[in-house]
């Protein structure tokens, strides 16, 4: 019993440090706890799977938060917002799929993408710094319909640094 408790924590580690894509880490997890030549070919039940699930949602969380910190607009770790709305649509589909909660995290990430707009609304119209916002504005105008952002105002100015930023018509 603790042998298997030990390599599903193992795996769970593997996935809270994995790469871009936490779905990928977690079915390579499962398949080298079942299947591959090299891993321990056990049975897992869905209860052993669980902590691997939660890892899964922790990176997504971890990574699209990253993306969401204004402090790392310049830094070589940030995505950009594009990527941030990507990782959040495959958190929401994999939650679903699995039947996870997320409330708690959707609120965080709501407060963060409030928080992030603002900082560049303020950064680009009140300094002149260049956006870094690097998405469409439909896909941002749907991203903050999914997290029911209706702040009309930083809408209007963030529209308007899209607009600005634009290289043609949207």
Do not use: W
Request: overall charge negative.
């Amino acid at each position: 019993m603790q042998q298997l408790k030990d390599l599903i924590e193992d795996e769970r580690l593997l996935i809270l440090h994995s790469g871009e894509i936490p779905e990928i880490a977690y079915h390579g997890s499962i398949y080298h706890l079942t299947e591959d030549s090299d891993g321990p070919k056990i049975s897992i039940t869905a209860l052993n799977l669980t902590p691997l699930k939660e890892a899964v949602v922790l990176r997504y969380q971890t990574i699209i938060l990253r993306d969401l910190d204004h402090k790392n607009r310049d830094k070589r770790i940030y995505r950009g917002m594009a990527r941030a709305i990507v990782n959040y649509n495959r958190l929401i589909k994999f939650a679903g799929k699995e039947g996870m909660d997320i409330q708690g995290i959707q609120m965080e990430i709501r407060d963060r993408v409030i928080d992030f707009l603002r900082q560049e609304v303020f950064e680009v119209l009140s300094h002149g710094r260049p956006t870094c916002l690097n998405c469409e504005a439909s896909e941002l105008k749907d991203f903050l319909q999914s997290l029911q952002i209706e702040d009309k105002d930083l809408l209007e100015k963030v529209l308007e640094i899209l607009l600005r930023n634009s290289p043609g018509p949207l």
